[in-house]
């Protein structure tokens, strides 16, 4: 039986919490049963690996934050990751860092998406803007209608 | 132009969005090191404000912030403080588990260090992922064995960032027993690992050093001291928390926010090759017997042997969490109730970077009237300094300037202080006369 894991990373930082509110989406929606596991993660670091390997599939959903619009969604294919820039650290490994750190140790899925929604501000506190907010709705559906087609 | 006339400065800026802030310059001029000073700006520095009128009970959720790395080593620091004070006698069931929530973390801080940050530099690596591909086999153990750790600090803690299941007179809640008996199998499952581990760190070549320092850690009669202990010093100094003033001072140097700590007047180290150094005849037989086949000898003079040491360290932590869990049966209550009352409370503990301090002036209602937190990396600042001094003298300062960058780094992610967190922290400004 193939398992599926969808991840939304974010930390209670205003637009940061754009994984956590597509995860909150889908689960209104009632995606979870049909998933073997659905978890919002705040900055997992390299226990992130661990989270990739006993699985099919993952949906990675996190923000990130280039020249875009706020609210744009951007899918990245495993051949298309961002560029891995910082070093790596205890206190800050990041997603990307961890996702090649994963695939250096055979460590992958044999499918991952990961999605990245793009973010204005993530001040300590704040809500999301209500840009994060529909698009993490947007998002969700898109990945529960995919999920069921 | 000679070598001797070289002038090289290196100075590193002061770094943002990393947990612990530093800096470091460095100049040379005609063959000498005429600067080096080490800049970190320490967090505690803040909290101990924070902590003023705060009541006890909401000190250890409020200290877990300190550190994103070690919470445990403050929450457990704090409570040991207070319920000290407060006349409070752990239960035997309290007693173990605070010291098998604290092998949590020592299991975890340690195998990030020694995976994701101080061994790539051995294998002629910029960073894990690199390492990955020549040590595929060894960084996936090392985060397996992470794992374990987050899973301990996560099964007494509700989550392994930032726990919340400390509480003055124990915990708040009591795991259950199954839970504790199928994370006790997973632990006793990777003591081959852990075993493995460390074979595999004695057998890397590290660079020769031979320096002489003082070496301060907590020391038990009987166990491994981590969570309960007297504070000692390779020089014979055997002394309670409350005695840490009469010979432990904090200063300010001109060039840092950060205190400089220094034991007698001279900078000390602090951290898992101090703890071996002092302690190494309290390891479990069994592992003073894998370190004699090894061929590591202690005490050690060679900073380098850090990363073997904090092998060492999850080794017996992960014997010890899982001996512990072996007797693992549900209290009455996992707390014993707490009556405060106003005077000084110190207490220490060893977190995963070594010696942590902390003192707190209590009034009668419970409450914080002012706080002091000495922390294992001021406590190491003067030593790293020193050592740096050392080293490069040692290393020989006619190499590159980014030969002389790497070295620097090396040296300081020996002592695992907040800020080897930035792998790749030095930037080089060169001038050259």
């Known amino acids: 039986m193939s398992t599926l894991r969808i991840l939304g990373i974010g930390s209670p930082s205003g637009d940061d919490q754009a994984g956590w509110l597509t995860v909150d989406a889908l689960l209104a929606a009632g995606v979870q049963s049909t998933v073997v596991d659905i978890q919002k993660l705040d900055r997992p670091g390299a226990s992130l690996v661990g989270l990739l390997g006993d699985a099919d599939r993952v949906i990675l959903i996190d923000a990130m934050q280039s020249d875009g619009a706020v609210g744009r969604i951007r899918h990245f294919a495993v051949d298309d990751w961002p560029a891995y820039r910082h070093g790596l650290s205890s206190h800050g490994l990041g997603v990307l860092d961890a996702l090649a750190l994963a695939r250096e140790l055979g460590s992958l899925p044999s499918r991952i998406d990961l999605y990245g929604i793009e973010i204005g501000s993530a001040n300590p506190g704040a809500l999301a803007d209500r840009r994060i907010e529909a698009a993490a709705q947007q998002l969700a559906q898109q990945i529960a209608d995919d999920l069921t087609a | ?433």
Not at chain 2, 343 to 371: I, K, Q
């Open chain 2, 1 to 433: 132009m000679s070598e001797q006339n070289r002038t090289v400065a290196i100075h590193v800026p002061v770094l943002a969005r990393v947990e612990g802030e530093g800096a470091l310059d460095l100049r040379i001029e005609d063959g000498n090191i005429t600067q080096l000073r080490l800049r970190i700006f320490e967090p505690p520095r803040f909290f101990e404000k924070f902590l003023e009128g705060r009541h006890y009970s909401e000190i250890p959720d409020l200290v877990a912030r300190i550190c994103g790395i070690c919470p445990v080593a403050y929450q457990v620091t704090a409570a040991q403080a207070l319920e000290k004070l407060f006349g409070v006698e752990l239960s035997p069931w309290a007693q173990a588990m605070r010291r098998v929530f604290y092998c949590g973390e020592w299991i975890q801080s340690h195998s990030l260090h020694i995976h994701l940050l101080a061994a790539p530099d051995f294998f002629g690596c910029g960073n894990a992922i690199e390492l990955a591909k020549i040590a595929p086999d060894e960084v996936r153990r090392g985060l397996r064995i992470q794992a374990l750790g987050n899973e301990l600090m996560d099964l007494f803690g509700a989550r392994s960032v930032h726990p919340v299941g400390v509480r003055i007179g124990g915990f708040h809640a009591a795991p259950a027993l199954s839970r504790i008996r199928d994370l006790r199998d997973k632990l006793r499952a990777a003591l081959p690992e852990a075993e493995a581990l460390v074979r595999w760190a004695a057998r890397i070549p590290m660079p020769p050093d031979d320096q002489a320092f003082v070496s301060v850690a907590m020391r038990h009669p009987t166990a491994y001291a981590i969570e309960t202990g007297a504070i000692a010093a390779s020089d014979g100094l055997l002394i309670e928390a409350d005695a840490y003033d009469a010979h432990f001072a904090e200063q300010h140097e001109p060039h840092s926010t950060a205190l400089f700590s220094t034991y007698h007047q001279q900078p000390y180290l602090v951290g898992p090759l101090a703890r071996l150094n002092l302690n190494h005849d309290r390891l479990p037989v069994s592992i003073q017997t894998l370190l004699a086949e090894t061929g590591f000898t202690l005490p050690s003079r060679n900073l380098f042997h850090s990363l073997l040491a904090r092998a060492v360290e999850i080794l017996l932590a992960l014997q010890e969490a899982a001996r512990l869990l072996d007797d693992y049966t549900l209290p009455d209550s996992p707390w014993a109730p707490v009556t405060p009352r106003a005077g000084v409370a110190t207490g220490c503990t060893e977190a995963p970077r070594g010696l942590l301090w902390h003192r707190y002036e209590m009034d009668a209602d419970g409450r914080v009237v002012n706080a002091r937190i000495v922390p294992p990396t001021s406590q190491n600042q003067g030593r790293i300094e020193q050592d740096l001094r050392l080293s490069l003298l040692n290393f020989g300062l006619d190499h590159p300037d980014d030969a002389l960058r790497l070295h620097c780094e090396k040296v300081i992610r020996n002592y695992d202080p907040c800020i080897s967190c930035a792998t790749h922290f030095l930037r080089l400004n060169v001038e050259r006369t």
